[in-house]
């Protein structure tokens, strides 16, 4: 079974913190996501990686930056957390060589700012 | 711009009952996926739909994709509590592997 994880199922942090969210999985997939889920907004996509150090933004990369240094570990960085970025943190996986995206997700993190 | 349309994006229904919902996406895809959410948790794979006239059936859950429409259906059969959840469709984003979401629907099933 494909498992991924997330360093923190609840985090609440101060305005002005710099917060490390981390995603490991351990399928050696190649492609990894960070998502916000916000009521009535959906799926919105922070940044994904398709390679090792390789990153791409997403759709609202505002705020934040991400890390992976290795495969298996996709990190989300808060430089400075803001109480707009109170929210559901979603990492996914997935592979390149199965001929579909299908994406593996982890449990999440709600992370509150305060 | 690739979108994808859910509808209904809120459900409420009986025990027992049929229904459907719908998912309508605007790029050339013939891949599409459906994921569960339950409240407070993360997104579960259901289904994946990779060719026109695919159809899959997990319990009381069937889904199905026409490429040529645009469309694939999530069909119930006899209602049961335990299918309330959020019903999320995507479809390839054609580049990177990215998926495209739709919003999402919200369906609550009573007893």
């Known amino acids: 079974d494909v498992k991924v994880t997330q360093s923190s199922r609840y985090l609440v942090k101060r305005t002005g913190e710099k917060v490390f969210l981390e995603c490991v999985q351990d399928?050696?997939?190649?492609?990894m996501f960070w998502y916000r889920q916000d009521p009535g907004l959906g799926l919105r996509l922070i940044y994904f990686?398709?390679?090792?150090?390789?990153?791409e933004k997403g759709d609202i990369p505002e705020g934040y930056s991400v890390s992976r240094e290795k495969k298996e570990r996709f990190s989300l960085i808060l430089e400075s957390a803001s109480t707009n970025q109170t929210s559901m943190y979603l990492c996914?996986?997935?592979?390149?060589?199965?001929?579909?995206?299908?994406?593996?997700f982890g449990p999440g993190t709600r992370l509150t700012v305060t | 711009e690739l979108k994808v349309e859910q509808n209904p994006l809120f459900l409420s229904m009986q025990e027992g009952k049929n229904y459907t919902i719908y998912c309508n996406y605007s790029?050339?895809?013939?891949?599409l996926y459906w994921y569960r959410q339950d409240p407070g948790k993360s997104l579960e794979s259901l289904f994946v739909l990779l060719s026109n006239g695919a159809v899959k059936q997990e319990g009381r859950l069937m889904a199905s994709l026409d490429t040529k429409a645009r469309l694939s259906t999530l069909h119930i059969t006899a209602a049961v509590h335990d299918l309330s959840a959020t019903y999320f469709c995507?479809?390839?984003?054609?580049?990177?592997?990215?998926?495209?979401w739709g919003a999402g629907t919200k369906l609550i099933i009573k007893p």
């Open positions: 790029t050339t895809s013939d891949r």
């Open positions: 996914a996986s997935s592979s390149s060589g199965t001929g579909n995206y299908e994406q593996y």
């Open positions: 990686s398709y390679d090792v150090k390789m990153k």
């Open positions: 399928m050696d997939h190649e492609n």
């Open positions: 995507a479809v390839d984003g054609g580049s990177n592997y990215q998926l495209i």
